[in-house]
Structures are given as structure tokens and as C-alpha cells.
């Protein structure tokens, strides 16, 4: 258990709908990031939170976004969602105070959204 | 980010050390190489990292050759547990601490 959660762990909706993905953080853990893994690209990184601000974009799509609210969770949020989207979604946190090398990121158990 | 080349499968005896290459040749100074594995579509499971010098925890050893450019990851005593799919990935700072994620190796580890 790595500490980090995930809900809910299965997602089942329709094309054109919108979804919420939520991820808390360890205990002190003041960065969030989010990763997509589908079958055909793998694990990619999304973005990335540090302590309720956007550090970093990755390969997210404009009709996603998400957020981190002061208590230090985070949420992805996915609309307009399409048979493509249907994915692993992993959240990772770390403590990332400061720019130390050594900050490492633990995975929650992630959300698999699957798009009908 | 440094490329890294990992093979893209390995099987393995239970009970047996499994050795897991990984090449970096353009790793730079300041890069660090980390290891996660991911079991059947948990979340990615970090193991170990390290900057020049060899490490070991509980669950792993990690060489790091002299010239950075290559590392193996020694799993002491394979069991069946440890099958999943290994990742080397290296990590540079200014990249918003994010981890680039390539094929890994996929390890069968066999009674």
C-alpha cells in the first residue's frame, strides 16, 4: 500500500459524458501528478500539481483538466469523453519540496474509466 | 529526458536471481536512474534508484556501471510475486519532476 488513493476504481459511461477522478495524497506529500496508461501508448504523464498549483503539462487533452484543493487532494476532470479515452488513470504523489532529484512518486491503485 | 533501452521480455526460476539490464548511454551527470515495476495493471511500484553508486534495499540491488551508461537491477530471489513489468527510467529536474515511462521489460518469473 503505497499510501496514495484512488476513486472510484472502476468508471463505466457513455461517449460525450464527463467524469471526475479523485486522488488523495500521502500523508505530507505536497505534489500530485496524474499518468495515463492506455494499450496502445503506454504510461504518459499528464500533469502535475505542486501544492494546489500547476507545475507542469504533459500530453493532456484540452477537454481534460484538474485541480488540487487546498487540503491537497486532486481531481481530474474528463468531458466530452470518447471511446479512446478509456484508459488507466494514475495518480502519483510526492513530497517535492524543493527541486531534489532524489523526490520520488507513489502510485495510487488508479482508476480504469472505461467509455461506451 | 535520457532514453533508456530495456529488453522487452525475460523469464526467469523461481528462487533464482533475476538481472534486469538497462541501457542509458546518454544519461546525463545530473540524471538519476529510478526503477518501478507495475504488476498486471496496479499502479507502478517504486523499487530502487541511484546516481553513480551501486544501492540496495529490501526489495532490489541496483548496478550503475562507471560511465553511467548502462545498470542492472538484481532481484535476489525471484518468486512468483515478482512477475510484472519492470520500468528503468532516468529523471532530469527541470522536467517538472514528471517520469517518462518507455516498454520496460516484461518478467515471467517460472516455478
Known amino acids: 500500500d503505497s499510501g496514495v488513493t484512488q476513486t472510484p476504481k472502476h468508471l463505466i459511461t457513455a461517449t460525450g459524458q464527463r467524469v471526475t477522478l479523485r486522488c488523495s495524497p500521502r500523508?505530507?506529500?505536497?505534489?500530485v501528478y496524474w499518468y495515463q496508461q492506455s494499450l496502445d501508448q503506454g504510461l504518459q504523464f499528464l500533469i502535475h500539481y505542486y501544492n494546489g498549483e500547476e507545475r507542469a503539462k504533459g500530453n493532456i487533452l484540452e477537454r481534460f483538466s484538474a485541480q488540487q484543493f487546498p487540503d491537497l487532494h486532486s481531481e481530474l476532470n474528463l468531458s466530452s469523453l470518447e471511446l479512446g479515452d478509456s484508459a488507466l488513470y494514475f495518480c502519483a504523489s510526492s513530497v517535492d519540496i524543493g527541486l531534489y532529484l532524489t523526490d520520488t512518486q507513489y502510485f495510487g491503485p488508479g482508476t480504469r474509466l472505461t467509455v461506451l | 529526458d535520457a532514453k533508456t533501452t530495456q529488453p522487452t521480455s525475460m523469464d526467469c526460476a523461481e528462487g533464482r536471481a533475476a538481472n534486469l539490464p538497462c541501457n542509458h548511454s546518454?544519461?546525463?551527470?545530473?540524471?538519476?536512474v529510478y526503477w518501478y515495476r507495475q504488476i498486471h495493471s496496479q499502479g507502478p511500484q517504486y523499487i530502487i534508484h541511484g546516481l553513480k553508486n551501486n544501492e540496495t534495499n529490501e526489495m532490489a540491488s541496483l548496478i550503475i556501471t562507471e560511465d553511467r551508461k548502462s545498470s542492472t537491477l538484481i532481484l535476489p530471489h525471484a518468486t512468483l510475486r515478482d512477475t510484472a513489468v519492470y520500468y528503468c527510467i532516468v529523471r532530469v529536474a527541470a522536467a517538472g519532476n514528471k517520469l517518462t515511462f518507455g516498454g520496460g521489460t516484461r518478467v515471467l518469473v517460472k516455478p
Open positions: 500523508s505530507g506529500d505536497l505534489s
Open positions: 546518454t544519461i546525463s551527470g545530473n540524471e538519476y
